[in-house]
């Protein structure tokens, strides 16, 4: 044997061994080690054992014993590298969990919330979730925007580390603050965690980087609070008053394919922040998808729940500052790869 195959022996003998140590971890991970332990044990028996290589290979065609070797070790690599995500992931949601927890605990209430002049109305029952994430530059012109007409603005920082939360904390409005960033989709559900907990009967999704306008509000609260549907979608593209750039039309169109493919449902806009739950809606919709994909997972919910919607059309303004923060066609795979993944494992 050369230099070569002793690396390789060794390397597995040690992996091997380590899976054994492993075999003590709860029930839904042994499973796994037991796995990879005949994974390594496979491969020390084709590294040791020639003749078992060459029957081996010539059982699946191939030519060489030593291409059996590389082939198995890239698939166990590919296949270590699978489990080691499945581990990130898990503790991406625990880590997500306690920053929820601390978030919900010390939320920081407005000394004036609550109905207008003390009087129960239709704006006292709406909470809006804003998920900010370095918005401290564009966050107050959207909270100026709002709070003239609705009372409870739940403002989720989530994460920033350029004074959002303390921008937040000027106006009266619901302040959560995430310790570490978690993404969009966890910092939208630990508000609408909050909102219900609060009693909301209907939520607004609302982006903080001022691309929503708050006039287009009515229109999509009105079918919620009446009871005509669980929830309202908002579309740039049924009045086509948006100004999409060229590129991210492409994108969008794009995704409304993918959301039709994997959810079933045929929307004109697929990826547009501008929501309204009801509380039925909110009760019954958990993201789980931490970060942008939670866009695309809402969708597999609302059909998963026979959820009733309606897409309403709204105004997106884009300017040259919210499209260089914007998603990327590159972060877009990225998106899809997560999606796509929390969609099958369940």
Known sequence: MNAFQWIFITFSAIQALRCLIRLRQPR?????ELGFFFAWVFLLVLLTQP?????????????????????SFCFFSLWAHYQMYVRYKHLETCNTIMVRSLALEHAHQPVTAGGRNGQESAAARVFIVIPAYNEANRLPAV???????YDNIVVVDDGSYDGTAEVAGCYPVHVLRHRINRGQGAALQTGISYCLEQGAEAIVTFDAD????????P????????????????SRFLEG????PPGRRVLLQAARLITWATSGLFLSD???GLRVLSRKAAQTIVLRQDRMAHASEIYDQIAAAGLSYREIPVTIRYTADTLAKGQSAGNAVNVLFHYLYGKFRG
């Open 241 to 244: 008053t948006s100004n999409v």
């Open 143 to 149: 909270l100026e925007g709002l709070l003239p007409e």
């Open 219 to 234: 229109r999509m609260l009105d079918p919620v609070l009446g009871g005509e549907c669980d929830i309202t979608l908002g």
């Open 28 to 32: 839904s991970q042994r499973l796994v």
């Open 270 to 272: 697929s990826h547009n």
């Open 51 to 71: 003749d078992a290589t060459m029957a081996v290979a010539n059982a699946l065609g191939i030519q060489r014993g030593t291409d059996l070797i590389v082939y």
């Open 210 to 217: 001022n691309q929503h306008q708050p006039g287009d509000l």
